[in-house]
């Protein structure tokens, strides 16, 4: 809920960046790509970074492009149009980084439950080896399938998860 808190500041700041800059002669946006992270600025980018795009616009108010039915539309039309761009792309860098994250979630529980898996099947052999074992080695192999059946719906939850952020992610892309 934070992160949602947090977005909708971010986009505050930006429409009322946008507003209070009207009346300056032109404002340059540019999208910066810096190792994978895209970031935009009304600075030109760090030397290191590529510029992916630049976007533009007067801020003079209407002009000859608005009365000309020229296809940039007005500066609101292009200013909302440049906003929905940045919130476009905040909404992809969110996904990737959600991405990323189930990824290493289903890493790291596919290491835990190796490693209680491990434990249970060394305590089954051990178990083995103590008179009157086989029934405490026999729950024990049951405790294995209940974590084995837990990993799975475990991970198939993080991968249904990472299947809708993907395709949320390739509509946004489009």
Not at 17 to 22: P, Y
Not at 146 to 151: E, F, K
Request: hydrophobic share 35%; charged share 30%.
């Amino acid at each position: 809920m934070a992160i949602k808190i947090a977005g909708r500041k971010s986009l505050l700041v930006w429409a009322l960046l946008i507003v209070s800059s009207a009346s300056q002669a032109d404002t340059v946006y540019y999208k910066c790509v810096v190792d994978g992270r895209t970031a935009f600025q009304d600075a030109p980018c760090a030397a290191g970074a590529s510029t992916k795009q630049v976007i533009s616009g007067s801020r003079a108010g209407p002009g000859p492009d608005s009365a000309s039915g020229d296809e940039g539309g007005t500066t609101l039309e292009r200013e909302r149009a440049a906003l929905d761009r940045i919130q476009t792309e905040r909404r992809m860098q969110e996904i990737d980084r959600l991405l990323d994250e189930k990824e290493l979630g289903i890493k790291q529980l596919d290491r835990q439950t190796e490693q209680r898996l491990n434990d249970l099947q060394a305590r089954i052999n051990k178990a083995y080896e103590e008179p009157n074992g086989a029934s405490s080695a026999s729950s024990l192999a049951q405790e294995m399938r209940v974590v084995a059946a837990s990993h799975g719906s475990r991970t198939r939850a993080l991968r249904d998860e990472i299947a809708v952020l993907k395709e949320e992610r390739a509509q946004l892309a489009q």
